[in-house]
């Protein structure tokens, strides 16, 4: 195994945060896309279309 600089270490771990953000903010994105607007506009159309 090569012995890695701070530098690279450092590198490497913002790296790694940044895909991970990425990953999260991705998930949370595709979970209020699939839930929340399709729920929101359930109601809003079952209550027009039951007045």
Partial sequence: MPHLSPMSW???FVI???LLVVVLSFFWWF???NYMPFAMMKTQSTKKWKW
Wanted: no cysteine; net charge neutral; glycine share 0%.
């Fill in 10 to 12: 450092l590198i490497m």
């Fill in 31 to 33: 979970d209020m896309k």
């Fill in 16 to 18: 790694l945060l940044m």
